[in-house]
C-alpha cells in the first residue's frame, strides 16, 4: 500500500498570506495525484488533480505542483473561506490511499 | 448538474445490519466508478472500496475486505453499502464519490455524507 505523508499537520497561515502544504508518497506516483479541500461538516471537494490541473470552478489562487513522490499545494493569497483541511490523494495503484491532511488554521 | 445524494443518518446497536444508498443524478451512472470513503470523528480520509455499476465490478480496499458490502443497482442510478453486523467502531461519516475516469483516478463529485452512529 502507497503511504502518503503531509507535512506539517497544521499550518498557521494569516488572511492574505501564501500558504505551502507538502505531501509525499512511500514510492513513486508520477502524476497521478490529487488534493481535496474539506470543511467542517462538509464533504471532501476536489481542487487539483493530475498533480497541477486546477480542477472547474477552483480559484485561481490554489496551485499545485511536482511528480513522482514529493508534491505541493500553494494557496498563493489566502482567503477566509480557505480555512480548513487539505487530503492529497495518489490514484496510481490500488488501494487508493489519502494523507492524513493538513489542517489550515488562522494565525 | 451532477449529484449524489446520500440516505440520512442512522443509529444503530451493535450486531444490527445496515445499508446505505448513494443516489446519483445528472449523468450516466453506469459508465463511471462509485466509491466509498470512510471518515471516522476527527480523522481523515479512508477508501473502503468502489464499483463500476456498469457490471458491478467492485474492488475492496484490504482493510474493508470482508467488513462491508458495495453494490449497485443501475436501473435506479444507486449505489449501496452495506453491514451484516456492525460494531461500535463503524461509527463514521460515509460518503460515496465519483471517479472522474476509470477508477485509477481523482474523484469530482462528493455525496454529502452520511453518519452512522453505533452504540449500545
Known amino acids: 500500500e502507497i503511504v502518503m505523508t503531509q507535512s506539517p499537520a497544521t499550518l498557521s497561515v494569516s488572511p492574505g498570506e501564501r500558504a505551502t502544504l507538502s505531501c509525499r508518497a512511500s514510492?513513486?506516483?508520477?502524476?497521478?495525484l490529487a488534493w481535496y479541500q474539506q470543511k467542517p461538516g462538509q464533504a471532501p471537494r476536489l481542487l487539483i488533480y493530475?498533480?497541477?490541473t486546477v480542477a472547474t470552478g477552483i480559484p485561481a489562487r490554489f496551485s499545485g505542483s511536482g511528480s513522482g513522490t514529493e508534491f505541493t499545494l500553494t494557496i498563493s493569497t489566502l482567503q477566509s473561506e480557505d480555512f480548513a483541511v487539505y487530503y492529497c490523494?495518489?490514484?496510481?495503484?490500488?488501494?487508493?490511499?489519502f494523507g492524513g491532511g493538513t489542517k489550515v488554521e488562522i494565525k | 448538474e451532477v449529484q449524489l445524494v446520500q440516505s440520512g443518518a442512522e443509529v444503530k446497536k451493535p450486531g444490527e445490519s445496515l445499508k446505505i444508498s448513494c443516489k446519483s443524478s445528472?449523468?450516466?451512472?453506469?459508465?463511471?466508478?462509485i466509491g466509498w470513503v470512510r471518515q471516522m470523528p476527527g480523522k481523515g480520509l479512508e477508501w473502503m472500496g468502489i464499483?463500476?455499476?456498469?457490471?458491478?465490478?467492485?474492488r475492496y480496499s484490504p482493510s474493508f475486505q470482508g467488513q462491508v458490502t458495495i453494490s449497485a443497482d443501475k436501473s435506479i442510478g444507486t449505489a449501496s453499502l452495506q453491514w451484516s453486523s456492525l460494531k461500535a467502531s463503524d461509527t463514521a461519516i460515509y460518503y460515496c464519490?465519483?471517479?472522474?475516469?476509470?477508477?485509477?483516478?481523482?474523484?469530482?463529485?462528493w455525496g454529502q455524507g452520511t453518519l452512522v452512529t453505533v452504540s449500545s
Open positions: 514510492q513513486s506516483v508520477s502524476n497521478n
Open positions: 464499483i463500476f455499476p456498469s457490471d458491478s465490478d467492485t
Open positions: 445528472g449523468y450516466s451512472f453506469s459508465s463511471y466508478w
Open positions: 464519490a465519483r471517479g472522474a475516469s476509470g477508477y485509477y483516478t481523482w474523484w469530482d463529485y
Open positions: 493530475g498533480a497541477s
Open positions: 490523494q495518489q490514484y496510481l495503484y490500488w488501494p487508493l490511499t
